[in-house]
């Protein structure tokens, strides 16, 4: 289950940022970008740049190589049913050049149940030209096109993918054939969704070439020794386990000593360890190895072979898996399916819903089928499973077209780009456990001409009511948000005058958003999120009964989130990016014991969780560990890879661009406070303050942009070379610690320092950055000229640069525990008083109501200058160590702290969540039914589980789990609550309220409390004060038993009125 839980932690946590343009300056030039193309989504026959600030998140999944071979692939979707709406979507939003969508069906109101670009009025309209204006709504760049001819293979060639989601087995085979044969090879995708079974078939010709297999960064490792051997032991340094698994290849570089091993060729890794591996080498001839050395893991194309369709049915080969519990399903349904393409051609319809003779008719084709499959015969076939298959086989159920939209818009992606391993080549799934447990009428199946009528014929009329009826309430607008209320209005979740969807989101909308959060445009950037997705949700069902708040669901909103606002919930769905609110959310939902459907996605991985009353475990029931930090010495004085020089970058970024101009007006805007603050604190840390401070306003002060150029030149010197010359004069290169063992020893890297040089244009351009936010953070005007590489180069010349002489005995923090560099002197405090004298003298000098202007760090703006900054700082760092510098992207995305994502991952997330909201809605479902997913649409590989059920904790004849909350009725005192626990046979020793302990038989005072009310004692001594709209209070009780051992039980409510 530890699989599951892979994404829960951490890695979901985003950074709150601007909106876009609060940064921008008139009279820059913006490059040409993406995103800004003509609206009708004519390329021009030009090569565009990549609008980074756009798809900065897709660009963290794919890198440029992958999203330039996306933007020259044309792709045709066929048939424009729920699965086809959402495939073009998710391709229009990855940057296709084109996407040329084709139906010769009409629009009937059958449609609507899974179609989110079909209103009623476009019922009667081919199907595919209904959806084109709303497909080309989401990316201005991405050509789409209508096709409602009959498709003949003449119309194929022009194409790098095609995808079929309505078509005969027949015509599969025929068009299947001609893109298999085809110069080069048309990646072919036949797919379809029947109720609550679903199917994949890929074949990307007879060798497609598989450039990355699984798109993660190649494992490094620190070399620590190489054995003179055969074969060759590498040992690598204990700083952090290594990746490498048997049979990579791994490639060697700065080894010293054994230097045969740089050659640049590729070796295979043996017995690999979390610290060392092997090497089928023999290196006993070798030279001995000294030190140094990085081994690095190549990654190799792959070679695909795929078989035509017509083979493929005959033969298929191993079936893709996704739930182990129903290991032999996979055949089954490889039947079925072509049993439903046999019936559809015998009676030219699907199977009615809940008709005897259609389902009769249904299963003699399979068994005539399977007959007649010699080879892969099935011995036993599941009659039920058949018969559920064919009544909603007509049916396009919305969470299924989401969670195979998500799949196949990927594997189009893998199609046009070579990026990650495609489905090979069967892929069949199915949720026939969302279905309700009570027996389905045939009466209550039948269609009643309404919206919802594809749903009603899988799950009935009486759960629809109930989807109706429901009471929602969604956390989150963004990405999963989106996709959740696209979702919910097409079932008609909240759409009747008994239910209600509250949303709330506390963020605004920026350019980023838009290549995965589709239900915003580029004019709503800056408005809030909520608003305006509710909106879109509302156009896509106007039935839909919709809430939008801006509120962030946190302690200081229960106002709003209040008691009676919860008790009135069915089912809370998290949409959230940070593990801290996922973790209020949580302990909210165990206290008013509400579901909870948790969902997170990572690049191509995605997770869900099921949080059941009674039932699962809840969210916060397992932690996984905490990401681990690089020490402070090390990303200040010793770093060894480039994360370490991003984070050191955004740091002094940070401290001299944000925090010192703060401390800067805090101190101009009340000295005689400020100045009392830093006396009261008298540590090294506000000593260390006010030494910033006062350079800032003293001799770093800058006048005009000039003094903004010499500042930048200056701190080039310090940063680059001077702090360089005196780490390596402190500890030279031959240095040994106090064990003798050398200093420099792995893995730490001896640095060199850097002569600036203005022939160098990283130089020229860390000078050109830092020098107009240096202005920025002044409020100087900032000429013309000021990134003119030429120009500035001369002003930098006449910079006058002071020769650096290195000190003896400075202190070099090296202690790897350390969490602060900053060392306290006993002198701390006169010191502080002397720079608190030198700022009064400089402030005299200032202009009347002068302030600065701190400058926050906004990653999505490529006009600010924010990414060039941290990305020189980080490369001239790397350049000192001998460490692989990045360009800005790569540096964009780390020290940016950006969470890859696309829109892929998101739409399968949101699809499973909304299969398993049938069962929660119908109620009544065991553990079993609920599934718990991670999948990774790049492998690919899907796992699905039981989610974990709750913890039975039991005294005598009681039992709870974490999700009981023991109520207590009446105003009890003290004295009364020790015997209510003192009659179930547990010791009540101690109860707390919130941080304040109530009572403890330890202390002899708190027994002058016992005939007190409980909620008299809280308000006295914890301070509550219980809102008018409460009516208990909330405690904790520690008790023990006979045995005295400690009893954990549960959260106590005390109703007092």
């Known amino acids: ?244 698994q048997d049979g990579d290849l791994v490639v060697f570089s700065e080894v010293q000593g054994m230097a045969e091993l740089n050659d640049g060729k590729p070796r295979k890794v043996k017995n690999a360890r979390p610290f060392s591996f092997s090497i089928d080498e023999d290196t006993s001839s070798y030279g001995i190895y000294t030190k140094g050395g990085i081994v690095t893991q190549v990654k190799e194309p792959k070679v695909l072979r795929f078989k035509a369709l017509r083979d493929a049915m005959r033969d298929p080969g191993d079936f893709l898996l996704s739930d182990f519990s129903k290991f032999e399903r996979s055949p089954v349904l490889h039947l079925a399916f072509q049993a439903l393409d046999e019936f559809k051609k015998g009676h030219g319809r699907y199977p009615a819903a809940g008709c005897e003779q259609d389902a009769q ?168 999120k909520s608003t305006v997705a509710a909106a879109a949700a509302s156009a896509i069902n106007p039935s839909l009964r919709i809430d939008a708040l801006q509120n962030r669901a946190c302690p200081d909103t229960e106002n709003v989130f209040h008691d009676t606002f919860w008790d009135g919930l069915d089912v809370v769905i998290n949409a959230l990016d940070n593990v801290n609110a996922r973790m209020y959310m949580d302990m909210r939902c165990l206290y008013f014991q509400k579901p909870l459907l948790e969902s997170g996605t990572l690049g191509a991985k995605c997770n869900t969780q099921m949080v059941i009353p009674h039932l699962t475990e809840n969210y916060g029931a397992s932690r996984d560990p905490p990401e681990k930090q690089a020490p402070m010495c090390t990303v200040h004085s010793f770093p060894h890879n480039i994360d370490h020089c991003l984070t050191w970058a955004r740091s002094e970024f940070e401290g001299f661009l944000e925090k010192t101009p703060n401390e800067v007006n805090s101190f101009l805007s009340n000295p005689a406070q400020y100045a009392a603050a830093m006396r009261k604190a008298g540590d090294a840390q506000a000593r260390e303050l006010l030494e910033r401070v006062s350079e800032c306003l003293g001799k770093e002060r800058c006048n005009t942009f000039e003094d903004c150029i010499t500042w930048a030149r200056l701190k080039f010197e310090d940063y680059f070379s001077n702090r360089v010359k005196q780490l390596t004069f402190t500890f030279p290169e031959d240095a040994a610690t106090s064990t003798g063992a050398s200093f420099w020893s792995a893995p730490k890297r001896f640095p060199r320092p850097l002569k600036f040089s203005a022939d160098d244009s990283s130089h020229i351009h860390f000078i050109i950055s830092a020098s107009i936010l240096r202005a920025e953070s002044f409020g100087l005007a900032i000429p013309d000229w000021a990134n003119n590489t030429s120009k500035l180069a001369d002003a930098v010349s006449k910079v006058a640069v002071p020769k650096f002489e290195p000190k003896k005995g400075v202190n070099i923090e090296t202690d790897e525990k350390a969490t602060n560099l900053s060392s306290a002197s006993v002198d701390d405090a006169a010191v502080i008083d002397d720079l608190l004298a030198k700022l009064d003298e400089y402030a005299k000098s200032l202009p009347p109501g002068f302030r600065m202007k701190p400058v926050q760090f906004e990653k999505d703006d490529d006009t600010n200058f924010h990414m060039d900054l941290i990305s020189g700082f980080a490369n001239m760092r790397a350049r000192n160590y001998s460490i692989p510098e990045v360009d800005k992207l790569k540096a964009k995305f780390i020290a940016g702290r950006i969470i890859p994502a696309i829109a892929t991952s998101t739409a399968m997330a949101t699809g499973l969540v909304c299969l398993e909201l049938y069962k929660v809605i119908a109620g009544q479902h065991p553990i079993e039914d609920y599934r718990n997913t991670f999948a990774n649409l790049a492998l ?40 209510w626990f003192s009659d179930k046979g547990l010791n009540a020793y101690s109860i707390s309220c919130g941080t304040s302990l109530l009572y403890n038989s330890m202390f002899a005072r708190h027994k002058e409390r016992l005939h007190k009310k409980v909620v008299d004692v809280a308000r006295e001594v914890a301070k509550v004060e219980v809102p008018e709209y409460r009516n208990h209070i909330d405690i904790v009780v520690a008790c023990e038993d006979d045995e005295e051992d400690d009893i954990d039980i549960p959260l106590v409510s005390v109703y007092f009125r």
């Open 1 to 244: 289950m530890r699989c599951l839980r892979i994404l829960r932690r951490g890695l979901l946590s985003m950074l709150p940022s601007k909106r876009p343009g609060d940064d921008a300056r008139g009279g820059q030039a913006k490059r040409t970008k993406l995103g800004d193309s003509t609206s009708n989504g004519n390329r021009n026959g030009a090569a565009l740049d990549i609008d980074e600030d756009l798809h900065s998140r897709q660009l963290a999944v794919y890198g440029r190589e992958t999203m330039r071979r996306l933007f020259a692939s044309d792709v045709l979707v066929s048939g424009l049913n729920g699965l086809g709406a959402e495939i073009a979507k998710n391709l229009a939003l990855a940057g296709v050049k084109s996407v040329t969508i084709h139906d010769v069906k009409n629009v009937e109101m059958w449609d609507l149940s899974a179609n989110f670009l079909l209103s009623e009025q476009d019922i009667g309209k081919n199907r595919a030209v209904a959806c084109v204006s709303k497909l080309q709504e989401l990316n201005n760049a991405v050509l789409v096109s209508a096709l409602t001819e009959e498709l003949t293979t003449d119309h194929l060639s022009k194409f790098q993918a095609v995808v079929f989601t309505d078509i005969s087995l027949d015509k599969a085979y025929e068009f299947d054939d001609y893109c298999h044969s085809h110069q080069p090879p048309i990646s072919f995708i036949k797919a379809e969704v029947c109720g609550l079974f679903g199917s994949v078939f890929c074949d990307f010709g007879p060798e497609f070439t598989v450039l990355d297999v699984d798109g993660e960064e190649p494992h490094t490792g620190i070399i620590a020794s190489i054995s003179n051997d055969s074969p060759a032991i590498v040992s690598c340094v204990d700083d952090e386990r290594i990746e490498f």
């Open 361 to 528: 008719s249904f299963l003699k084709l399979a068994v005539d089928i399977n007959e007649a499959s010699v080879d892969s015969k099935l011995e036993n076939i599941d009659e039920n499973i058949l018969r559920h298959f064919a009544s909603g086989s007509r049916a396009v159920l919305n969470p299924m077209a989401a969670m195979f939209g998500g799949i196949i818009g990927q594997e189009v992606v893998k199609a046009c780009s070579g990026k990650f391993h495609p489905l090979y080549q069967f892929f069949y799934f199915d949720s026939i456990e969302s279905l309700p447990t009570y027996p389905l009428d045939s009466h209550d199946l039948k269609p009643s001409n309404s919206r919802y009528d594809a749903q009603i014929s899988v799950f009935g009329s009486k759960l629809q009511k109930k989807l109706q009826d429901a009471n929602i309430f969604i956390v989150g607008s963004g990405a999963l948000g989106c996709e959740f209320l696209k979702n919910l209005a097409l079932m008609g979740v909240s759409c009747s005058c008994e239910g209600k969807l509250t949303i709330t989101d506390d963020d605004v909308i920026e350019k980023s958003n838009l290549s995965r959060q589709f239900l915003f445009r580029d004019w709503n950037i800056g408005q809030a």
């Open 940 to 979: 690919p590989l899907f796992s699905m589980a039981e989610p974990v059920p709750a913890k039975v904790m039991k005294h005598q004849d009681l039992s709870w789990t974490v999700w009981d909350r023991w109520s207590i009725k009446g105003n009890l005192t003290l004295a009364e609550l020790l015997q």
